[in-house]
């Protein structure tokens, strides 16, 4: 009796073991020093299978921190071309407490000109998704601290930013990415707890409400991190991935519309990471606006940090959180239900 106890205990401590084995390798224990981001850019002829990371086509905290003292770093970059120029807008990280959006410009896509700060408040501003919709431009930015999802309108392009409606109110939500067309107009957001919910109207300003199917996805991949990009099949929506840490990588989903449900799938799994040969990058990067200029033209740009040190921090309580969470997204995505 005593040795069948042995044996199991055994058998438990081995199985404990392994299992935090597993859970160390899919999100370590130990987490990297990072920070500072800095944003590159890029083009295709074609829709890219791999971005290759170009060291020469970067906009670095160092680069802007000459034009503007206060910079702490320059992140979540989206941009509009607007007849022969680029608006490339992001957020704007100071001294102060709370971040701007900044603007930057170019004509020809890889010289960029810092234009200022087009958008301040006394709340926190991030993640400034820009788009035209009836020949206005519009701006849907992270406003969580706001308790709200804000819709900014530009009244002189691209200054002049003023808030014209309040899409969703009374929650905080991080990274909204919205999507908009004559038959489908869906905007994913995402809450602290790990959630990436699915929001529906019926035109821009219309109420927009929860899809039937709430929650997309949950877990170390539920945050957006980039504009929607339609094609053939249906949208692609770049989705941040934490597994080693915030900022670590960034994968592609597919969701296909049809009647009144969705389907997710995950296309392209750690579409961008951490790039070790590009110090500005070496941590990850979690941030993609990828868009069809014609027929056989894309452009994209993208963020990404850089280790502060080769210390790490030790976070046990996390990587359990966050495999349980993704064990819920696996039952999420099998039609099951914990």
């Not at 409606?165 to 990274?175: E, G, I, R, S």
């Amino acid at each position: 009796m005593k040795l069948n106890k042995t044996k199991y205990l055994l058998g438990l401590l081995l199985f404990v073991l392994a299992l935090l084995a597993i859970i160390n390798y899919r999100t370590p224990f130990f987490r990297q020093d990072s920070g500072n981001w800095s944003i590159g850019y890029g083009a295709s002829f074609n829709y890219p299978d791999k971005i290759e990371i170009d060291s020469k086509a970067i906009y670095s905290i160092e680069t802007l921190k000459a034009q503007n003292d206060s910079t702490v770093f320059l992140a979540d970059p989206f941009f509009v071309k607007e007849k022969d120029t680029f608006y490339l807008f992001f957020e704007h990280k100071k001294t102060k407490s709370n971040a701007d959006i900044g603007l930057l410009t170019s004509v020809d896509g890889k010289n960029y000109q810092y234009r200022g700060t087009v958008l301040a408040q006394k709340f926190h501003l991030s993640y400034p998704q820009v788009f035209k919709y009836k020949n206005d431009f519009y701006m849907v930015p992270e406003s969580k601290r706001a308790n709200a999802v804000l819709l900014y309108k530009a009244h002189r392009f691209p200054y002049d930013w003023k808030i014209c409606d309040t899409l969703v109110a009374n929650v905080q939500l991080v990274d909204p990415s919205i999507y908009l067309s004559d038959s489908l107009n869906i905007m994913v957001a995402s809450d602290y707890a790990k959630n990436m919910y699915v929001y529906e109207a019926d035109s821009l300003f219309g109420k927009w409400k929860l899809h039937k199917q709430p929650i997309a996805l949950i877990g170390t991949e539920s945050r957006a991190g980039g504009r929607f990009l339609a094609d053939k099949k249906g949208l692609i929506l770049p989705v941040q991935n934490f597994t080693k840490g915030y900022g670590y990588g960034l994968s592609l989903y597919r969701f296909s519309f049809k009647d009144d449900s969705y389907t997710i799938k995950r296309e392209k799994p750690l579409f961008l990471s951490a790039n070790k040969n590009i110090k500005e990058f070496n941590a990850g990067m979690h941030q993609l606006d990828m868009q069809r200029l014609d027929a056989n033209h894309y452009y994209y740009v993208y963020d990404g940090n850089r280790l502060n040190s080769d210390s790490k921090s030790l976070n046990v309580w996390g990587p359990l959180k966050w495999n349980y969470l993704d064990f819920k997204n696996w039952l999420l995505q099998n039609g099951m239900a914990l």
